[in-house]
């Protein structure tokens, strides 16, 4: 599915975030990079170009996560948001077009989020 592509995996966790990546693996990613805050994402901006999607933890502060949200999918880059709050299992208002995962993320919802993501770009 991911075809050897890049991706990129915001997530404070960092079991969260190995579980995410072998998720992606398992979906064909090459290359995955792993930051824990938006401000770590945002100093990888030189890489976006070649980044196909990006795994977003949404618990990190909303303002700077969706800011952060906007500019990759304005650099082109595939969005999938995740978060462990129950209450926001219909999604962003903020970002309605942009499929949410409720952690921990169960490997089918976040393979099904993908293909929705990679379906819209493609």
């Known amino acids: ?7 990129l995996i915001l997530e404070k966790e960092f079991l969260i975030a190995l579980d995410i990546q072998r ?3 398992e979906l064909g990613a090459g290359q995955t990079l792993v930051v824990r805050t938006p401000i770590e994402a945002e100093q ?4 976006w170009p070649e980044i196909a999607l990006a795994v ?17 999918m304005a650099a082109g880059i595939g969005v999938v948001l ?7 299992h219909h999604g962003y208002d903020e970002q309605p077009n942009v499929p949410l995962v409720l952690k921990p993320v169960p490997e089918e919802d976040l393979a099904s989020a993908i ?3 990679l379906a819209k770009r493609s």
Request: proline letters at 0%; a negative charge.
């Open 1 to 7: 599915m991911l075809n050897g592509r890049t991706t």
């Open 23 to 25: 998720i992606l693996e």
């Open 44 to 47: 990888l901006r030189h890489r």
């Open 56 to 72: 977003v933890e949404t618990d990190l502060g909303a303002d700077a996560v969706m800011d952060l949200a906007d500019a990759l």
């Open 82 to 88: 995740t978060t462990a709050d129950l209450a926001l």
């Open 115 to 117: 293909r929705q993501v």
